[in-house]
């Protein structure tokens, strides 16, 4: 867009320097191009009736006309619902109050026409309207026609006389000039291809749309753009690297072969002799390859790193492992350490507890090569770490480290970088995948080894208490070892903390003769260590922890995963805690004990969680719930602060988008043909304005 859209917004008709300061404060709209962007987050169409039949839960607000045939209360005290029984004649549809149900049987009438506006929601199998607005079908109220979009809006504004309809009625001022300004970003073939409206008639739409089919058309045509734009320059990193970036080329598999045929503990599933081989591909490409393993937890990524560690220590290079925390990093050092002693490879651990006497030696024989695995937490990233050649750089549950973090080990090697497989158990869904790790290759593993059992889920209420406690005997006679979960956050640290050593004696009361350990964040590193070890050496039976475990530790003895106040934990890291048991042969169990009072979302994750062990179905269910920003953590969540599109419901644009930007780059890699040259202009001028742009990368 020209300049015009950098005027100021104060120069508006009607806006001035004092409504121009609070528009910046709190809706952070400073120009002309800030205001025709910033969308209506909803419409109201009151341009027409729906018929009953018609109606689903995708849709906006709708428009019903009616009468209501019969009223029901169900559920008591804080259960209790209205229920509305609403037909026009040839369909029903039920309408539901939580609030105010005395005075809505007192004012709405059975057997008088209405006219019905609201969002049809899903509730269960059923479509039904909740809080509808009700009115009389006069003749008024039948004629009404209107298509109305609904700005968010703040409650200083408001306070102040802005609401959506003041931002509707600045946006009609500014659209009159505006107009003649507004320029076009999208190539008319892809546009005709894509079935895309012009720019100028999507901006229009998407604030003054007459109907539903010319706001979806403007939906359509902005969210494809913005997907577009982003997936366009990941493509363009990831083919800019590809083509930049030599990689060593590992393709000795005598090494590998040798762990196969003495060692390998177990036949690898077919997914990760799938994801090995994408990895072989890319490690004799001669690029340097930057690839995502995402595996659903306990689908066995460790043994595909070492096995990468094995082409990589084949090929005269080295490896190393880094891990967010001291227990993976050791877990991982144990584990991998049982395979290297018999193989003849050097291996070192390299942690913050790690004295400085033991640093000095592990630092000389990676200088001179004699060391080849070297595992860790962030204190590989140290400077005084330094290899002799690092060919391939592994990080394990990518979504504890920040992008800075992965590239500081890339500058490992001076002169070709490693290879870079980063792991992560957080499944994302597809959308998300595309969007944050859309410059890397993406493998994932998507089967669990074989004759493991579903771990079998529970919800308990907190007053089943001694039901799970008889369980948790039963279990631990049987040999097995419990691990009880609570919440910290930090917010109600002290209260949190009270309720896990409470926890904890009561523990210890109910079973006076089963050693238990206890962690926390609050104890110092080592005691934490210690207490882990305990746990992981068999030595205690019950863990009692706050979340400080949810990441990586495998204990396969280990077959119950309690977690207390399961309502305040997010889904994937219910996931999460989950996965740290059904590790081993015995049949494990999840129980999540809740408090009564269940808000909709907890009820929701809580019965997910119970219906299915599937990560990525989690992670589906948790997109739509919480949004993109949250599941990411703050972390990354700054680069999705999307305009329109959203990646919980957009997939299907998403893919479109990608796949559209991936043609145009295959064809017209530099952006050079005359076709491409609007593509060409609203990259760089994205690239001067959008902040949000860099830290995608
Ligand atoms: P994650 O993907 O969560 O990092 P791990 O690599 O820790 O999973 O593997 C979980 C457990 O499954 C480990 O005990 C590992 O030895 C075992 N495992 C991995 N692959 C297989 C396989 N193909 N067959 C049987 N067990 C396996
Ligand atoms: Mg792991």
């Not at 269960?124 to 298509?147: C, D, M, Q, W, Y």
């Not at 997910?608 to 990354?636: C, H, S, W, Y």
Request: charged share 25%; aromatic share 8%; glycine share 6%.
């Amino acid at each position: 867009m020209s300049n015009f859209f950098e005027t100021s917004i104060e120069f508006l008709k009607g806006v001035g320097p004092q409504r121009a300061a609070l528009l910046q404060k709190e809706l952070k709209i400073f120009n002309y191009g800030d205001l025709i962007q910033r969308y209506p987050f909803r419409y109201e169409d009151r341009t027409k009736f729906y018929s009953i039949s018609e109606v689903n839960d995708e849709m906006p607000y709708v428009q019903l006309k009616g009468k209501f045939t019969d009223f029901e209360i169900i559920g008591t005290k804080y259960k209790k619902r209205l229920v509305g029984y609403f037909s026009d004649g040839k369909g029903e549809i039920e309408m539901v109050w939580f609030q105010r149900v005395d005075w809505v049987i007192k004012k709405i009438k059975p057997n008088i026409e209405y006219v019905v506006f609201g969002k049809p929601t899903r509730f269960g199998n059923k479509i039904n309207i909740a809080h509808p607005e009700v009115e009389p079908a006069t003749e008024n109220n039948l004629k009404r026609n209107s298509f109305q979009p609904i700005y968010p809006i703040s409650e200083k504004l408001r306070a102040r006389y802005i609401d959506s309809k003041q931002i509707a009625k600045f946006q009609f001022e500014l659209f009159k000039t505006a107009e003649q300004h507004i320029r076009e970003t999208l190539p008319e073939n892809l546009r005709i291809q894509q079935k895309l409206i012009s720019k100028r008639e999507a901006l229009k739409n998407i604030h003054f749309a007459k109907t539903q089919e010319l706001l979806m058309a403007a939906q359509q045509r902005l969210k494809f753009e913005e997907l577009f734009f982003i997936q366009l320059r990941l493509i363009k990193m990831k083919l800019v690297r590809q083509g930049k970036f030599k990689g060593e080329v590992f393709n000795d598999t005598n090494l590998l072969t040798k762990f196969y045929k003495e060692q390998l503990p177990f036949e690898l599933t077919e997914a990760q002799k799938k994801v090995v081989r994408e990895i072989y591909s890319d490690l004799k490409s001669g690029k340097q390859m930057n690839r995502l393993l995402q595996g659903d937890v306990g689908s066995g990524k460790t043994i595909v790193a070492f096995i990468c560690m094995l082409l990589a220590i084949g090929g005269e290079a080295q490896a190393a492992l880094m891990a967010p925390t001291e227990i993976l990093a050791q877990q991982h050092f144990s584990n991998l350490k049982k395979y290297t002693d018999k193989m003849g490879i050097t291996i070192a651990l390299l942690t913050g507890s790690v004295k400085k006497s033991q640093r000095k030696p592990i630092h000389e024989k990676l200088e001179s090569g004699e060391l080849k695995i070297l595992i860790g937490t962030h204190a590989l990233l140290e400077e005084e770490v330094k290899f002799k050649k690092l060919g391939l750089a592994i990080i394990d549950e990518q979504h504890r480290f920040g992008v800075a973090q992965r590239s500081k080990l890339w500058q490992k090697n001076a002169d070709v970088y490693p290879h870079v497989l980063v792991m992560t158990a957080t499944p994302i869904p597809r959308t998300l995948a595309m969007t944050l790790y859309g410059d890397l290759e993406i493998s994932t593993i998507d089967e669990l080894p074989k004759g493991r059992k579903p771990i079998k889920t529970r919800h308990q209420f907190d007053s089943q208490r001694l039901k799970v406690n008889g369980f948790i005997r039963s279990q631990v006679d049987a040999g097995r070892q419990v691990y009880v979960v609570y919440p910290l956050i930090e917010e109600s640290e002290k209260l949190d903390l009270k309720h896990l050593m409470d926890g904890y004696e009561s523990m210890t009361r109910a079973f006076p003769d089963v050693p238990i350990s206890i962690v926390h964040g609050q104890m110092k590193p080592e005691a934490k260590d210690f207490e882990m070890a305990r746990f992981v050496k068999g030595e205690t039976k019950i863990m009692v922890a706050t979340t400080v475990i949810e990441v990586g530790v495998d204990v396969p003895n280990a077959s119950v995963m309690i977690i207390e106040s399961a309502e305040r934990f997010g889904l994937s890291q219910l996931h999460q805690l989950r996965g740290r048991v059904g590790r081993g042969a015995e049949q494990s169990f999840c129980i999540l004990i809740t408090s009564f009072k269940l808000s909709a979302d907890s009820k929701t994750r809580i019965e997910t969680m119970v219906r299915t062990n599937n990560g990525f179905e989690i992670a589906e269910t948790d997109l739509k719930l919480r949004g993109p920003g949250d599941l990411m953590g703050t972390q990354q969540s700054g680069s999705l602060d999307l305009l329109i599109a959203d990646l919980g419901k957009d997939g299907k644009i998403l893919q479109q988008a990608r796949d559209a930007a991936n043609q145009i780059l295959t064809n017209d890699p530099a952006l050079a043909k005359p076709e491409n040259v609007l593509i060409k202009h609203q990259i760089e001028s994205l690239r001067k304005t959008a902040v949000n742009w860099s830290r995608i990368s």
